[in-house]
Each structure stands twice: as C-alpha cells, then as structure tokens.
C-alpha cells in the first residue's frame, strides 16, 4: 500500500488557469502575445507558468530572451494539459447548455474552416447533446446570401459585408512554387477561385502595383482545389495563414505586400438563436483566436 506522503507527490494540484497560460504561451509563442489570449497581464502569465513547474518539481520551458521553447517534459505535459482543458470547457457547456431541441445551421467560407473542423464540431455536439448541426461550406458570397434567404443561423465569413462580429484577424500570404526561378520575366502564374472570391482581387491589385506580370494558370472551383494545386507546385495563390496546410511553402522575399483580413460571424433572422452565440465562442476557444479589438 502506497504511503499517503508519497500517493500526494502523483496529484496534480494546480489551476486551470496555469494551464490555460503555457497552452496559450506555446501556442501563441511568448508571453506577450499569450497575455492578450488569456486576458492577464505578462507578468501574471509567466507567475502561472512558474508555480505551474514549481509545483510539478519539472522544468515545462526553456527559455532566452529571443525564444520560448518546450522541454521534452514540457512536450509530455502540454498534450495532457489541452486534454484537460477540453474536458473542463465540455463540462461546464455540458452543465449550461439550453434544454430545448433544435437544430442550427452554420456556414463556414470555405477558406476560414478551422483545420480540425471535424474535432470542433464533435466537441460541441458532445457537450450540447440537444443541438442538431448542419454545417455548409460555400464562398463567402453565397453562404451570406443563404443567411439572407434565412437557410443559416450563423455564417463564418471574411469582411464580405457590413454588419458581422468581429472574431480575429490575421495576415494574408503568398503560398506556392513560383515560376520566377527559372524566368525572372515569366509572368506569374496564379491558382486562384473565381469571382467574386476578394482574394482574387486583393491578388491582381498587389502585383499590378508591384509591376509584375501575371496570368491565370488555374481557376480552382473551392479552397480545396487551391490547396490541392498549390501542393502540385502548379502556381502561387494569396490565402489567409491558417488556411496553409503541410507542405504549401510561404513566399515571403520576392512577392509584393499584402493586407490582412478578418474572420466575422454574421447572425440570421433569428438572432436569438439559443445556441449560436455559444457556437461562436465555442470556436474562438478551440481555435485559439482572439479579436485585438
């Protein structure tokens, strides 16, 4: 039988809190950045983060005065510490989540859909247990003209109109292989989805200002023929950062500057929708996202 001096030193005797600060440290990158996330100062970050390893008796960061990296411990604890994070969120929407039987329809431009889309909506479902989904995907233009048709509760889309939430912002990039190695001269060919996609747009105004040649080498009919063309190393296409998955390179030193972009939620007829709010920051949560503003 273990001695009880000895079953404590196996007990995790911490907050949420703390683990909400080396998530959103890792995560975010510094202290300074996962202080706007958790909404506490940097210096109160870093005290959770300290008692957090001081407790464990384990040193979770290594850190210098350019860079905040894990330690194979830290590595270890991390995946438990998003674990439990999970847990906790799910249970306290479990206990407050609406009695009533309904279903909400979503829609999300398809090039704003969280990379573990799929995960997001298990988790909600598992904690709303009352909560039907529907979930579409679609051009921002079309899932706000389904919002305005009243076939959407909550539409995902970027500042396509004038009246959505701000949720977060984040850059644009360039992503690709570029045919300018080989010809300097060559125009650039683009992968890009047709009108009235903005990033079309926000593509040819950038290089026209720039006085770079382009042309069309691909008109893609989603985000996903995009990101399938771009890993063929078949052109160069303007995305926001999260939409780049593994193996789409960012081309940072020979393409011109581009603008940032918003991601906003946008509210159907039925504004007092009970779960749509809910959903809303049941996703900046998984997400990480925060609104600077």
Not at 79 to 102: F, N
Not at 113 to 128: D, W
Not at 156 to 161: K, T
Request: aromatic share 6%; with cysteine.
């Amino acid at each position: 039988m273990m001695r009880k001096s000895n079953r404590y030193r196996f007990q995790l005797e911490t907050d949420l809190l703390s683990l909400r600060s080396l998530v959103a440290v890792v995560e975010e990158g510094g202290f300074s950045a996962a202080s706007k996330r958790v909404h506490r100062t940097q210096s109160a970050i870093s005290l959770q983060v300290a008692k957090l390893e001081d407790r464990l008796n384990t040193k979770l960061l290594e850190r210098t005065s350019r860079s905040i990296a894990l330690t194979p411990a830290g590595e270890t604890f991390l995946s438990y510490a998003r674990r439990i994070l999970e847990l906790a969120d799910e249970a306290a929407l479990a206990v407050t989540a609406p009695a009533e039987s309904v279903r909400l329809h979503v829609g999300f431009a398809g090039y704003l859909a969280p990379q573990h889309l799929h995960s997001v909506l298990a988790r909600f479902r598992r904690a709303h247990p009352h909560c039907e989904l529907s979930m579409v995907l679609g051009s921002g233009a079309e899932i706000l003209e389904a919002l305005a048709r009243g076939e959407l509760d909550i539409v995902f889309a970027g500042p396509e109109a004038d009246n959505g939430q701000l949720l977060w912002e984040e850059p644009l990039v360039w992503t690709g292989t570029s045919n300018l190695e080989n010809d300097p001269d060559a125009p650039i060919e683009l992968v890009l989805m047709p009108p009235p996609c903005s990033f079309r747009q926000i593509a040819f105004d950038a290089l026209t200002k720039a006085g770079k040649p382009w042309r069309i080498s691909i008109d893609a009919n989603s985000v996903q023929a995009v990101q399938s063309a771009i890993q063929a190393g078949l052109g160069v296409s303007v995305l926001p950062l999260s939409a780049v998955r593994e193996g789409m390179p960012i081309i940072t030193d020979s393409m011109p500057a581009l603008p940032g972009t918003s991601v906003l939620s946008y509210a159907g007829p039925n504004a007092a929708h009970p779960y749509a709010q809910r959903f809303i920051d049941f996703l900046i949560t998984c997400t990480g996202k925060h609104s600077e503003a």
